[in-house]
């Protein structure tokens, strides 16, 4: 019998130690550890069995976003901005050309009617008033001079009269008596024209009077000063235009606020109607207002033909005056305004959110799972926009957790809630307007 000898083979790590672990499997089977069948089969038992669980285990509940339907009244508004202005503003020029002598008033000083605001000199202007009332009295001299003239031929034509009457006509002889004739007609025409030159004068003085007496800018109305645009000294000339002195806003206790409506609202604004607006200098307070009229003519209509074409692609506005009351003095002129104005009251009536009306359970559900964004259907609950007298549905949740669909008819709408009648629906019962994305 043959003795079997077994061979070992041993293998030398880098060190010069020997790899027991592979002296000792040498020759015999590999440990199941070891064998890459196992892992393999490990691995797979495992990805089945968490897919098990997945696929059996109950899907929880879908989270619905409610709002509660609401009854009450809808009041629906036009948004616009503009700018509030004095109610009468007045721009206070000269007439007259020179130098200032004296500012009276400054920026903000209540002024009254009559009161001086500003002096020009009148050093011109009164040597022309002189020489004014020099060429008036020597216009009145010449009338003087041009009646004595008539005056004598007068008398000289009619002596020629009287001893024509009493010679029978002999004596003067005709062309005499013509020429007298004739020259108490020049006499009378140089008397109308001396007359006619007083006048003149009369005119030249009393100009020079007026320009001596706008020489003082007076304030034309009762108010305060905003704006003051000359100083002593500045000189100001008024021969191609009547330069711009001080603005003065009549009063300030009422202003008009002017707003632009677009085209889409202006159908729904009308004279009389009540509004509200802010100003960023009074944050959170609101002012009240009253519409006073609304503008035909469009941004537009003053532009030529030529301009209106190149703004055919702007958007047409409309101007609307509101009256405001500033009794408390807290408003100004300039300051840029938001007024809401109040079109229109629906009356005590059922409200759902706008969200409720565009909510899709399909839809929904798909959009809620791991990656959907929580909260759903509400940031787009403001852009709505529900058709009046439209059929639609909104989705209440029962009890079981499912969703019933009730038919309402719609009404009118401030673009976040909408009228809605129904049979079904009721007043505070909780309607759905989105959902919430799975694990939030």
């Known amino acids: 019998m043959s003795e079997t000898i077994a061979t070992t083979t041993t293998t030398t790590t880098p060190d010069g130690d020997t790899d027991i672990e592979t002296y000792l499997d040498a020759g015999g089977p590999k440990k199941w550890y070891r064998r890459k069948r196992v892992w393999l089969g490990l691995l797979l038992l495992i990805a089945l069995a968490a897919l098990t669980y997945t696929c059996t285990r109950d899907a929880p509940p879908p989270d619905y976003i409610t709002a509660e339907v609401e009854q009450r009244s809808l009041d629906l508004t036009v948004t616009a901005t503009g700018a509030l202005r004095p109610t009468n503003q007045v721009e206070v020029g000269s007439e007259v050309s020179g130098k200032i002598d004296r500012i009276m008033v400054d920026v903000n000083d209540q002024v009254a009617r009559g009161q001086i605001l500003a002096v020009i000199n009148t050093d011109v202007i ?123 806003a009549e009063n300030l206790s009422t202003m008009q606020l002017r707003v632009d409506l677009d085209e889409a609202d202006v159908g729904q604004v009308d004279p009389g109607q009540r509004a509200t607006f802010t100003v960023d200098a009074y944050p959170g307070r609101r002012f009240p207002a009253t519409v006073e009229r609304v503008d035909l003519g469009s941004n537009t209509t003053a532009l030529g033909q030529q301009a209106q074409a190149q703004a055919s692609q702007q958007v047409v506005s409309y101007e609307a005056r509101l009256n405001v009351t500033n009794t408390e003095g807290l408003l100004r002129p300039g300051m840029t305004a938001t007024a809401t104005i109040a079109t229109q009251s629906t009356g005590r009536a059922m409200l759902v959110p706008n969200g409720a009306l565009r909510f899709e359970p399909e839809a929904e559900e798909e959009e809620g799972g791991m990656f959907g964004q929580q909260n759903f259907g509400l940031e787009e609950e403001s852009e709505a926009t529900i058709g009046v007298g439209s059929r639609q549905q909104v989705h209440v949740v029962e009890a079981d957790g499912s969703l019933r669909a009730i038919e309402v008819v719609t009404g009118q709408s401030d673009g976040r809630m909408t009228v809605v009648t129904s049979a079904e629906l009721e007043p505070g019962m909780n309607v759905v307007t989105g959902l919430r994305a799975a694990g939030q």
Not at 138 to 167: C, E, G, H, N, Y
Not at 194 to 217: E, F, M, P
Not at 243 to 248: D, M
Request: glycine fraction near 4%.
């Open 126 to 248: 009164d040597d022309q008033i002189t020489q004014g009332r020099a060429n008036l009295d020597a216009a009145r001299a010449q009338v003087a001079q041009a009646q004595a003239t008539l005056d004598a031929d007068i008398a000289q034509l009619r002596r020629l009269q009287d001893v024509q009457r009493l010679s029978g006509g002999r004596v003067p002889a005709q062309a005499e008596l013509e020429q007298a004739e004739a020259s108490v007609r020049r006499g009378q025409a140089s008397v109308a024209a001396a007359r006619a030159n007083v006048v003149a004068s009369q005119a030249q003085l009393s100009t020079a009077q007026t320009n001596r007496n706008r020489a003082v800018v007076r304030s034309p109305v009762s108010g305060v000063v905003l704006a003051r645009q000359v100083e002593p000294g500045q000189t100001v000339a008024a021969s191609f235009n009547t330069p711009t002195l001080f603005v003065i």
